[in-house]
């Protein structure tokens, strides 16, 4: 049975249906959603999602929804991170089942970073290895740490709740040196100059030894913050997703070195279908 899925990023949402063989995307659609919306307005799109699927009732819905939130109860848990702030508290789980247009046999969550690793291990850049951490590098540094198709929150070499962002680097939380207002603040502070990540890089790759060297030490200090966990997950392979992934061959050589150590680095194979995937394989083996 294909596999209803609904993927919310920061200001969008996503609704596909997923076929288990493959697996593969067979459909999607997307809508704007305002990071400020309220949870009725928020609703609404949700349900919007849900009804253009047209799925029969008692289907396993995969829910792919970036954190704060409980997974396990459906309940947004936002709070001073600047979008769906109005879903604190709000049981997304029990309103969902309750108005989607064909009542569900059950929903099941999954953090949209975990989704996003979980689909790059089954079907892009992680595929053939057993443990992978993937990182989605952008306004922020979501991460993966995916061990034989199951992402871990615990244990050794996984940070805590299992969210890179969590890591510290030269005193400070890693995404204060490396995410998208990072990398603009660094590049501003030495040049007046206020740029987008892809117009440094595109003046790293004509030669600005200003914007290489912002680029460097940004992903050479990744490097280093992940080093420790990448020996210590054991991981055999290290995968790169989100906007500022698009820099790849700028990132890779800093990264290496930071990392001083032998893994395996690739760009995600998959970044628009892999968390759709995943949150559709953890739907189905929940």
Request: with cysteine; net charge negative.
């Amino acid at each position: 049975m294909n596999v209803p899925v609904l993927e919310i990023g920061g200001s969008h949402l996503t609704a596909a249906l997923v076929s288990p063989t493959g697996p593969e995307v067979l459909r999607l659609r997307r809508w704007h959603v305002e990071p400020d919306a309220s949870a009725e307005d928020f609703m609404k799109v949700m349900l919007e999602g849900a009804d253009w699927l047209a799925v029969e009732p008692g289907a396993a819905w995969g829910v792919a929804m970036p954190g704060p939130f409980d997974y396990r109860s459906g309940v947004g848990r936002f709070v001073g991170v600047g979008k769906f702030e109005a879903l604190n508290g709000f049981d997304v789980g029990t309103a969902f089942t309750e108005r989607a247009p064909a009542r569900p046999g059950r929903v099941v969550f999954l953090n949209d970073a975990d989704s996003f690793g979980l689909g790059e291990y089954t079907v892009g850049a992680a595929k053939g290895f057993r443990r992978a951490i993937c990182l989605t590098l952008g306004t922020g540094v979501g991460s993966a740490f995916v061990a034989d198709g199951v992402p871990l929150s615990s244990g050794p070499g996984v940070p805590p709740e299992g969210e890179a962002h969590f890591i510290v680097w030269g005193g400070q939380e890693l995404e204060e040196t490396v995410s998208r207002r990072a990398i603009r603040r660094a590049y501003r502070e030495q040049t007046g100059a206020d740029l987008d990540v892809h117009e440094i890089a595109e003046l790293a790759r004509s030669g600005s030894e200003v914007a290489g060297a912002v680029l460097e030490h940004a992903f050479q200090a990744l490097g280093e913050a992940m080093s420790g966990y990448v020996r210590d997950f054991g991981a055999e392979v290290l995968v790169l997703g989100g906007s500022i992934a698009g820099s790849f061959d700028l990132i890779e050589p800093p990264l290496r070195k930071g990392l001083a150590r032998d893994v395996v680095i690739r760009v995600a194979g998959d970044p628009e279908n892999a968390p759709l995937i995943g949150a559709a394989v953890h739907a189905t083996s929940s």
